[in-house]
């Protein structure tokens, strides 16, 4: 099973829950970090990094000497990635996608495609009893282009028992890609207007993608109950509350897990995850 843990905003403890999740489960597993811009389980995890590979994405040269400087590509392309004016044409690498749409449509075969370096993926295992896999990646200082180091660290994906994905606040195109293609999508919020907000529009992502979610309430108690009215009325479960305790900032300030800190949420954080098995199953024999 793959389960995404997301948020529709950051800082509602998202890492948390994937990091806690995994330390509480003894079972064959992965967890994979795939906030590339700001990955931070390994500040609670101490994971030994074994192997590291460079992430590369495709973006568009011009050979000048065949270019007829018909615009095809300029036109083709929706991210100001290349531009012709007059016998001129100029690209700019860091706008690029890489869908290689220029390519494509270029009549005179001009265009080729060379390598720009992105980002990195590490690879390991985490110190704790079961041993589990760990994948993160990390994008580049002055890169844009999360999703293809997010798609590199999907890769990764193996015949685990169980592949916890770290994903990337918000509901933009890195969010997409850590959750696609997964059984079951944790939606990390908090009962305040913000995490409200944000978390409909998380709701909505993940409702495009089919796939079945749950919340998980953190800082239970500090707001009110509009985001379990909102759940309620969504058909959506709420799977787990964290309430606001200042022994748990505390732990988290000192980047501790919260199940070695609190013993006690360790079962809290299994009977999530066989909250999640019973949904998925459910769903699958639908």
């Not at 590369?56 to 100001?80: F, H, L, T, W």
């Not at 509901?171 to 009962?191: H, R």
Request: glycine residues 8%.
């Amino acid at each position: 099973m793959i389960i995404s843990i997301a948020s529709g905003k950051g800082g509602t403890g998202k890492t948390t829950v994937a990091t806690n999740l995994c330390a509480s489960l003894n079972t064959d597993l992965m967890l994979l970090d795939c906030d590339v811009e700001e990955p931070n389980a390994h500040l609670f995890l101490n994971p030994d990094i074994t192997g590291t590979q460079k992430v590369n994405a495709p973006v568009p040269q011009v050979d000048k000497s065949r270019c007829n400087y018909c615009k095809k590509c300029m036109e083709i392309c929706r991210y100001g990635a290349i531009a012709v004016a007059g016998k001129t044409v100029i690209t700019f690498p860091e706008l690029c996608h890489s869908c290689g749409g220029c390519t494509v449509v270029c009549p005179e075969k001009a265009i080729t495609e060379t390598d720009r370096f992105i980002g990195t993926v590490e690879t390991g295992s985490l110190n704790l009893p079961q041993t589990p896999s760990f994948g993160r990646g990390l994008l580049d200082i002055g890169q844009v282009m999360a999703p293809p180091v997010i798609k590199q660290v999907r890769r990764l994906e193996r015949e685990k028992d169980l592949t916890i994905i770290d994903a990337p606040p918000g509901t933009s195109c890195p969010v997409i890609a850590s959750m696609k293609e997964t059984d079951f999508v944790i939606l990390v919020t908090e009962p305040t207007p913000f995490g409200l907000h944000d978390l409909t529009l998380a709701v909505e992502a993940v409702k495009l993608l089919g796939i079945p979610c749950g919340l998980v309430i953190n800082r239970a108690g500090l707001g009110n109950d509009d985001v379990k009215d909102y759940a309620q009325n969504e058909n959506i479960p709420v799977l787990l509350e964290i309430p606001f305790d200042k022994r748990i900032a505390s732990a988290y300030s000192k980047g501790e897990l919260l199940v070695r800190a609190l013993p006690e949420y360790k079962e809290m954080f299994k009977d999530l995850y066989r909250s999640i098995e019973a949904i998925v199953n459910r769903k699958g024999a639908a």
